[in-house]
Antibody, heavy 118, light 111 residues
Framework: EVQLVESGGGLVQPGGSLRLSCAAS????????MAWVRQAPGKGLEWVGN????????YYGDSVKGRLTISRDNAKNSLYLQMNSLRVEDTAVYYC???????????WGQGTLVTVSS | QSALTQPASVSGSPGQSITISCTGT?????????VSWYQQHPGKAPKLMLY???NRPSGVSDRFSGSKSGNTASLTISGLQAEDEAVYYC???????????FGGGTKLTVL
């Protein structure tokens, strides 16, 4: 059974940093692109970015470029999201997702809430 | 780039069929067959319902079907059931710098 379990969310002040983690199991992690998708409270979905199977290519949505960085450790079956220079508008539930190809997401984690507030 | 355009809400009675539209541009929906649809119940993670415009993942009911014409993709749910009540999001790959667009979501109410 495919499982994606996020962790690391919490309350952080504007301008602060946070690192999210996603533990993957039930599939060959190193064979898939992975991505992060976020959802602000009461709002719709927003693609944050994705990373190639071997970590050699990464792409980001316009609103997070230069501030959020995706990485992965295939030996640990883990995906990460380093979040720097956080803004109030980054407040959202962050979902770890498996990219089945061309930005289509077949498995989602339960999400972790990040709140940016003073 | 703006999000894909979906109606804010649709409704139908049990047993009926409904269609949710998702309108983009020639840079996304109109040029690529990489349109997917997600169902989200309150407090839950989204679930993939359709991919590549028309394909259903294993386990998704055949009451869910998809189509595309020009810059508009559509999700049709036939034989509406109470459990179908949820928010539905469309999503498309785009050639713009943002690479990925979601629709704003459509709240389906089963009357």
């Amino acid at each position: 059974e495919v499982q994606l379990v996020e962790s690391g969310g919490g309350l952080v002040q504007p301008g602060g940093s946070l690192r999210l983690s996603c533990a993957a199991s039930g599939f060959t992690f190193s064979s898939y692109w992975m991505a992060w998708v976020r959802q602000a409270p009461g709002k719709g979905l927003e693609w944050v970015g994705n990373i190639k199977e071997d970590g050699s290519d990464k792409y980001y949505g316009d609103s997070v470029k230069g501030r959020l960085t995706i990485s992965r450790d295939n030996a640990k079956n883990s995906l990460y999201l380093q979040m720097n220079s956080l803004r109030v508008e980054d407040t959202a539930v962050y979902y770890c997702v498996r990219d089945m190809g061309w930005h289509q997401f077949d498995y989602w984690g339960q999400g972790t809430l990040v709140t940016v507030s003073s | 780039q703006s999000a894909l355009t979906q109606p804010a809400s649709v409704s139908g009675s049990p047993g009926q069929s409904i269609t949710i539209s998702c309108t983009g541009t020639s840079s996304d929906v109109g040029s690529y067959n990489y349109v997917s649809w997600y169902q989200q119940h309150p407090g839950k993670a989204p679930k993939l319902m359709l991919y590549d415009v028309t394909n259903r993942p294993s386990g998704v009911s055949d009451r869910f079907s998809g189509s595309k014409s020009g810059n508009t993709a559509s999700l049709t749910i036939s034989g509406l059931q109470a459990e179908d009540e949820a928010v539905y999001y469309c999503c498309s790959y785009t050639s713009s710098s943002t690479l990925e667009l979601f629709g704003g979501g459509t709240k389906l109410t089963v009357l």
